[in-house]
């Protein structure tokens, strides 16, 4: 069963300008999110994450959104750089039990 | 920095051969977990460990898979017999406490003939 969706397979944008990667939830018992990176012939690596108690997280470039009534997240990267070229994940899980479901991914080009 | 080893990187065998992989977490973990990222999909949940103890193995097929991490540090994942459909990328991720962020290796990719 999908309980983490990533619907969009793939996303174009060029350098400097905002990529924004979307997340959908089903399972309400989810209170943790998190978004991972992976580039080709590695593993993910974390990214950021948020708590179901805040509604934004920000690090530097990257900017995460909770709508907790949409069960819905999303990631924000600004600017966007052509290093930030990679699969992006979106995962959850409840914080007393770290079994972690992730989204199908989705791939980023950005264009110089 | 510390990572999460894991071998082989590459395994190419023919089906109804036996394979392993290995993993070795970041020291002082002591949540290690297997995941099975098809191409295309996302990772999922195969095992995962708390110490020695299995605390999740509900989608591991276990007529044809097995686990261990017997001390409680480094883990084994085994397919026997391999099938066509076992064809993925094997990650191994560990995590310092039972929640939070998971730390991967960089995978095995099987490939199975």
């Known amino acids: 069963d999908q309980q983490v969706k990533q619907n969009s397979p793939s996303l174009s944008v060029q350098e400097g300008r905002i990529s924004i990667l979307n997340c959908d939830y089903t399972?309400?018992?989810?209170?943790?999110f998190l978004w991972y990176k992976k580039y080709p012939a590695e593993g993910p690596t974390f990214l950021i994450s948020?708590?179901?108690?805040?509604d934004k997280n920000e690090d530097g470039r990257f900017t995460v959104f909770l709508n907790k009534s949409a069960k819905h997240l999303s990631l924000h990267i600004v600017p966007s750089q052509p290093g930030d070229s990679a699969v992006y994940f979106c995962?959850?899980?409840?914080?007393?039990?770290?079994?972690?479901?992730f989204g199908a991914g989705t791939r980023l080009t950005v264009k110089p | 920095e510390a990572e999460v080893a894991q071998s082989p990187r590459y395994k190419i065998t023919e089906k109804s051969q036996a394979v392993a992989f290995w993993c070795d977490p970041i020291?002082?973990?002591?949540?290690l977990y297997w995941y099975r990222q098809i191409l295309g999909q996302g990772p999922e949940l195969l095992v995962q460990?708390?110490?020695?103890?299995?605390?999740?193995d509900s989608q591991l097929p276990k007529d044809r898979f097995s686990a261990e991490r017997l001390k409680g540090v480094d883990s084994t994942l085994k397919i026997q017999p391999a099938e066509l459909g076992d064809s993925a990328m094997y990650l191994c991720?560990?995590?310092?406490?039972?929640?939070?962020?998971?730390?991967f290796g960089e995978g095995s990719r099987l490939t199975v003939l």
């Open positions: 948020i708590s179901s108690i805040k």
């Open positions: 399972n309400s018992m989810f209170d943790y």
């Open positions: 460990f708390q110490d020695e103890s299995v605390v999740d």
């Open positions: 991720a560990s995590s310092f406490g039972y929640t939070g962020e998971l730390f």
């Open positions: 020291s002082g973990h002591a949540t």
């Open positions: 995962a959850a899980s409840a914080r007393n039990n770290n079994d972690m479901r």
